[in-house]
């Protein structure tokens, strides 16, 4: 089983709709949680860190559920440029311990 | 305004062959590594380096050597290239906090 899992979707989104995705980890003993942002081709980039009592940046709400072990992702009111792969990661409590899951690929639609 | 530079972009070897792929960063983080990324698959890292004169092995270190001689530079050598290691390399550094920051990748294929 792998240690970080994601849809791989794809979600089909119609532009200004909401989508929401999960991220599921096996390691208890992870500590921090983030979500990146990778468009086609090109690099991962930090999308946001994912708190313990959830938190929002603009259109995007995280969520982490301890007892359930997985983190969520929430895009409200989609717009064309949100498409992309969203990666989940894990951190077990070093830099040498990140876990990347394989990503699940939104697609926003006019 | 560089960030993490990786060279070069795109490599084609074949199989025996060794080579370096390069990576320098200007942000002055003590931490840097070096990630797969395959198809289905989340990025594996390979190695990584909490400063200079540092470095650890990551997840899937094998065929792969790195060194850290600068706080700027971390090349990453393929000793003898392997089909299997036909991917796309990303460099990463981080100051140590919350973010990695990542090159555009390298995508290497191995005949």
């Known amino acids: 089983r792998k240690e970080v899992e994601q849809d791989p979707g794809p979600f089909n989104v119609p532009e200004g709709a909401t989508v929401a995705f999960n991220c599921t980890y096996s390691?208890?003993?992870?500590?921090?949680f983030f979500w990146y942002r990778q468009d086609c081709r090109k690099e991962p980039k930090l999308l946001m860190s994912v708190y313990s009592s959830g938190n929002e940046d603009g259109r995007f709400t995280a969520q982490l559920n301890r007892a359930s072990q997985y983190i969520s992702l929430l895009i409200r009111d989609s717009k064309l440029s949100d498409s992309a792969t969203y990666l989940c990661v894990v951190n077990k409590g070093s830099w040498g311990k990140l876990q990347f899951g394989a990503g699940t690929q939104v697609v926003v639609t006019p | 305004n560089a960030g993490v530079t990786q060279t070069p972009k795109f490599q084609v070897l074949k199989t025996g062959q060794s080579m370096t792929l390069q990576c320098a960063q200007d942000m002055n983080h003590e931490y840097m590594s070096w990630y797969r990324q395959d198809p289905g698959m989340g990025l594996r890292l390979i190695h990584y380096?909490?400063?200079?004169?540092?470095?650890d092995q990551g997840e899937v270190p094998n065929g792969y050597n790195v060194s850290r001689s600068t706080t700027e530079d971390f090349p990453l050598r393929l000793l003898s290239a392997a089909p299997s290691q036909t991917s796309v390399y990303f460099c990463?550094?981080?100051?140590?906090?919350?973010?990695?920051?990542f090159g555009e990748g390298s995508r290497l294929t191995v005949l």
């Open positions: 380096s909490v400063g200079a004169g540092i470095t």
């Open positions: 390691n208890s003993a992870s500590q921090s």
């Open positions: 990463a550094s981080s100051p140590g906090g919350r973010e990695l920051f």
